[in-house]
């Protein structure tokens, strides 16, 4: 099929658009940037590097094939390279030719250049006998070849059957050791001289016999065709031609879909408690730029989750632009707290509160999907021995977001309702991605499958509706709407001071009940206790008595307990009775007695307070300090400001300056910039093409033309309207001149507007600096 070529380069020139398009689309890496023509973007192909970063995108049968192509002769056709591995190539190929590391014809097939230095031993085969002696010097390969009646090397490998058997049996297992690969094997002293008569062990009968080449003086190699003889003229042992299925735990996809909803819901509402708390009472940022392990497992705690969660719900937030590190960070690293800097919500995370449940949980799964940096290692320690800790750098992986989108690819690609095991999951990616392994690519397998799951992108690990809509990057919220459990806009509140939420409150109760009681369990019904303490707390907020007991009684199914009602109004009552201001700071009340009451309290003896007034007491502690003290001491006193008014203290109160990692709507941008633009590609078609044209550009030989200016503007006005392109010489600013062969467009307001050819861009030419004009073949 096709005809042949002479070079890699010519071959890819022939490419259509709709190949390049395609082989960039593939391989982004070669137009970053775009190369100036095709040549140079055959040697960019051919890159070590770019070749490296082609053979990972291979999956095992493609790989497998690439190498028996090492392997053969150069050029093969397709028939001998399909016999060679027994199996059909025609899709393999038709996959290496459009990442342009196979070239050629079928019956001229070649490896792009440099292919064989990429894979040293292809198919687990050493260098061809040849290639192997020619490290020999020239007196020891000649004595080798004289002790064995041989003239060259080549003559080795048509007498292998005959050789290894004169080596003996305990040689021939030594041989089949290397015979699959790798080919290298270890010897003391490897280089010593023998011949037939002096050797003695089985590896120096294999080395005087040239069965094994000594490459240094420790290393012994098996050749090649010595290897395809012992292989009995298999390139491969075993052939998997497609990838291990995936099996594993089966369940109904309308259970897998509702609980994946129903966890995604419980992430949202999750993130939000959690950042929600860090406004009014953030962590601290370690000088290394992490959170600090105490911060991590009291945050665990508050949330009822593991500690892998709560590290994962961060980093996530982190990710999203939802959190970021605010005040005095020195970035030192060299441990302890990061000066007055904290972890705080951003005001991202305010635009991210007002959107849709289904939308807000899009931007925190496309945040873990993109980021590069993996919770699983938050607590471990590095190879110097030195603790991870979350939102560190220590955590960053480069290779992190890659696989997890393999894995969520490979669970998509599961039969319906199916949870593979992890190990099934990693045998899968192992024969899409060969090359691409290791224990840390091990583990990220296994932290994906858990991830994803905690954070609804899957249910019971096996792939959801939304899933596959996640790693499209469109469709993912609506998909998602579909099995969010139904929010309820209702409690039960109960005479014991507690509050069940049969299900999911909608986002304004959730946020009104969280401010008023605490949660004491969770579920699938979370139940909340009203304290005095989380009153307070509600009152604190700018919520009235009145206001608190009208919006239990408006979402309560049963009667406000008096229980609950006795306790609100209690609380509010002594609510506000103290005020605390500035003296250091001041108590003041419009009820002497309770002045007196605390001046006669031992406890308050620390606070050192002195009567300003009847109503007023003085104290030398910081305002915070002291209403803490007082609240200890069982009142309730507000702070107030310099005009007297109350301070009214909001849980969103901190927010840092910026975010991160971006803005949310950034973030949401970022998740779907995975690849080049379409509109990229085909530009960078467009200009290889019109580079390549250029370079082939040949000037005329000789001085730059010369025409008196009238015929010269006619001559160009001419070629303008026939399309005709002429070869001018112009001077540029410093006088100096040259020859342009351009194809003129237009002429207006004492210029030329013409295509360079010479330079494959648009060009304005001044008039009056043209010298000449002249017909490309000369007859202007």
């Known amino acids: 099929m096709g005809v042949s070529t002479e070079t890699y380069a010519e071959w890819l020139r022939a490419r259509d658009d709709d190949e390049l398009r395609a082989l960039f689309s593939c391989r982004p890496e070669l137009i970053t940037p775009v190369p100036s023509d095709i040549t140079a973007l055959s040697s960019r192909a051919s890159a070590p590097s770019a070749l490296s970063r082609a053979l990972d995108r291979l999956d095992r049968f493609a790989l497998n094939v690439f190498e028996a192509l090492l392997v053969l002769p150069t050029p093969t056709t397709r028939d001998d390279l399909a016999a060679a591995v027994g199996a059909d190539v025609h899709g393999p190929l038709d996959r290496l030719r459009a990442l342009a590391l196979v070239w050629g014809p079928d019956q001229e097939l070649r490896a792009a250049p440099g292919a064989r230095q990429a894979i040293p031993h292809p198919a687990g085969l050493g260098p061809p006998i040849r290639e192997a002696f020619a490290s020999y010097p020239s007196d020891r390969l000649a004595m080798l070849l004289d002790d064995l009646g041989l003239d060259s090397v080549d003559a080795i490998g048509e007498r292998i059957g005959a050789l290894v058997e004169e080596a003996g049996p305990e040689a021939r297992a030594a041989l089949d050791r290397l015979a699959w690969g790798p080919p290298i094997g270890k010897v003391d002293g490897a280089r010593r001289p023998v011949t037939l008569v002096t050797a003695s062990s089985p590896i120096e009968r294999l080395l005087a016999r040239g069965l094994l080449v000594a490459t240094d003086d420790r290393t012994v190699t098996l050749p090649r065709e010595i290897g395809r003889y012992l292989r009995g003229g298999r390139v491969f042992r075993d052939l998997e031609t497609t990838a291990p299925p995936l099996d594993g735990t089966v369940r109904n996809r309308s259970l897998v879909d509702r609980t994946a909803g129903g966890q995604a819901f419980t992430t949202v509402r999750t993130v939000e408690e959690m950042l929600d708390r860090w406004g009014i009472d953030p962590p601290g940022v370690l000088r290394s730029g992490g959170l600090g392990i105490r911060d991590l497992r009291a945050a665990a705690v508050r949330l009822d989750l593991p500690e ?70 938050a607590g471990e320690r590095d190879d110097r021995d030195r603790l991870i800790n979350a939102l560190s750098d220590e955590a960053i992986r480069a290779s992190a977001p890659q696989v997890r989108r393999s894995v969520l690819a490979a669970l998509t690609d599961a039969p319906p309702g199916t949870a593979p095991t992890v190990e099934g999951v990693y045998a899968h990616l192992a024969w899409l991605q060969p090359r691409r392994g290791g224990t840390l690519r091990e583990r990220l397998v296994g932290w994906t499958l858990r991830e994803a799951e905690a954070l609804g992108v899957t249910g019971f690990r096996a792939a959801a509706a939304h899933t596959g809509a996640l790693l499209a990057g469109e469709g993912a919220a609506k998909a998602l709407l579909k099995v969010l459990p139904m929010p309820v806009d209702h409690v039960l509140i109960q005479a014991d001071l507690t509050a069940v939420a049969p299900g999911p409150l909608v986002a304004d109760l959730a946020r009104e009940l969280a401010l008023a009681a605490d949660v004491e369990s969770t579920g699938g019904a979370t139940v909340y206790r009203f304290t005095p303490e989380s009153v307070r707390r509600a009152l604190d907020a700018g919520r009235g008595a009145a206001e608190l007991i009208d919006l239990l009684s408006k979402h309560s199914a049963t009667d406000l307990p008096q229980p609950l009602t006795y306790l609100i109004e209690d609380v509010a009552r002594r609510h506000g009775r103290l005020r605390v201001g500035i003296a250091s700071a001041y108590v003041r009340s419009d009820d002497p007695a309770v002045l007196g009451e605390i001046m006669a309290d031992r406890r308050s003896d620390e606070l050192r307070l002195h009567r300003l007034a009847p109503t007023v007491l003085a104290s030398r502690v910081p305002r915070a300090e002291l209403l803490e003290a007082l609240r200890q001491l069982g009142y309730a006193p507000v702070a107030e400001s310099p005009e007297g008014s109350v301070v009214i203290t909001r849980l969103d109160a901190q927010r840092a300056e910026s975010a991160g990692h971006g803005t949310y709507e950034q973030a949401r941008h970022a998740a779907r910039g995975s690849g080049p633009d379409v509109s990229v590609i085909t530009a960078a078609v467009r200009a290889l093409r019109a580079g390549d044209e250029a370079a082939r550009v040949s000037v005329p030989y000789g001085a730059p033309p010369r025409s008196p200016a009238a015929a010269m503007v006619q001559h160009l006005r001419e070629a303008a309207d026939r399309g005709a392109r002429v070869w001018i010489g112009y001077l540029d600013q410093q006088g100096q001149a040259s020859s342009r062969i351009i194809e003129p467009a237009r002429i207006e307001g004492g210029f030329l507007t013409a295509y360079d050819a010479t330079r494959a861009a648009i060009h304005r030419f001044a008039l009056h600096r043209i010298t000449g004009v002249a017909d490309v073949d000369g007859s202007g």
Do not use: F, H, K, N
Request: charged share 25%; aromatic share 12%; glycine share 12%.
């Open 308 to 377: 892998w969660t709560a590290a994962l719900l961060i980093e996530v937030a982190y990710a999203a632009g939802l959190l970021s590190r605010s005040g005095d960070y020195d970035g030192s690293g060299t441990g302890g707290r990061g000066g007055d800097a904290l972890w705080l919500p951003t005001q991202s995370y305010d635009l991210w509160r007002l959107q849709d449940t289904d939308r807000r949980w899009v931007a925190l799964a496309e945040a873990w999907l993109r980021m590069d940096r993996v919770p699983g290692l």
